[in-house]
């Protein structure tokens, strides 16, 4: 039975990320299926916004076949989230409008509620995204994990319905793909959105992977999953974790439907990678990367932010 595999959370609320001038904690191997959070909490930063102007940049990359090609595009000025959403905001969307999220239905092709739940390969079960019935934003690991105590992580397991649905509560929208990549790169032109090399001093910049992934995770970073939001450098717009932690819905279609699924639901861009971003699989750790994600499908390692319209 998948539920006997989930292992529940530890230590949250107790551990998090590093701050500034304390020792350096010695890096740990974390057993396969842990989901342990390694270092304290970081002093999150305000739940505000922040207003990005209007302005023309030069959009995509060519890493991956799909980022390109490299193309001038513009944006017209808007503002959004300085933060992913965390829990305790959707918590307050939940409480006020009593949304039931997809990931509590019945799912398709499953009949049960839950969602994906990634979870390292083990010789039982090699594929490390296994569906978890009874996974969902308050179990995001599955039904014996619970957001106690994380109040200030990104919510995950939300389908892009989820997240307009929060959006359109809040009288804000999803970001389109031009829109986040823009604010993602803040007018970077290096290698990554803080500069040429990935760990400059050997810090890392983003909660990512380190480690060969799927099979080690050595936690570099202070984190094997998810971290609260705001852990890391934000960019030089203000903006924290468009980088890294979790992946980030956006309102631009991939494509328009499921190659191989009759009448499949419409598929959508995800940006910015997530805790499980590594060097040797997945090197979606900047702002032109781009990944397909089914709007029906939530799993535990994408999230959102939300934009809005301003005049300039
Ligand atoms: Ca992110």
Not at 186 to 215: H, I, M, R, S
């Amino acid at each position: 039975m998948l539920r006997g595999v989930v292992i529940s959370l530890l230590g949250f609320g107790l551990l998090a990320c590093q701050k500034k001038n304390e020792p350096e904690p010695e890096p740990k191997l974390v057993e396969v299926g842990s989901v342990e959070t390694l270092l304290g909490f970081c002093d999150p930063p305000p739940s505000d916004r922040v207003k990005i102007k209007a302005a023309t940049f030069q959009m995509g990359g060519d890493l991956y076949p799909e980022e390109g090609p490299v193309r001038e595009v513009s944006v017209r000025a808007f503002d959004i989230d300085r933060t992913e959403v965390t829990n305790a905001q959707f918590a307050d969307f939940v409480e006020a409008t009593s949304y039931v999220t997809d990931a509590e239905k019945a799912q398709p092709g499953f009949d049960v509620d839950g969602g994906a739940v990634f979870m390292q390969p083990t010789e039982e079960f090699p594929s490390w995204w296994r569906f978890i019935e009874g996974a969902d934003w308050r179990h995001p690991e599955g039904p014996d994990s619970s957001i106690e105590g994380k109040a200030q992580y990104p919510v995950v397991q939300v389908s892009y319905n989820d997240a307009k649905a929060y959006a359109d509560w809040a009288g804000r929208r999803l970001p389109t793909e031009v829109e986040w990549e823009y604010a993602a790169g803040a007018g970077a032109t290096t290698n990554f959105v803080w500069g040429d090399e990935k760990t400059p001093g050997g810090k890392e910049q983003a909660n990512t992977w380190q480690g060969n992934f799927p099979l080690e995770n050595t936690a570099e970073d202070g984190h094997t999953g998810q971290a609260p939001v705001g852990c890391y450098p934000p960019n030089n717009f203000g903006l924290y974790d468009m980088i890294g932690n979790v992946w980030e819905w956006t309102d631009t279609v991939f494509q328009a439907g499921n190659p191989g699924v009759e009448g499949g639901e419409p598929i959508h861009v995800i940006k910015g990678g997530s805790f499980l971003c590594a060097d040797n699989y997945c090197r979606r750790y900047r702002s032109a990367a781009r990944q397909p994600q089914e709007v029906g499908l939530p799993t535990n390692h994408v999230g959102f932010r939300t934009v809005g319209d301003i005049d300039e």
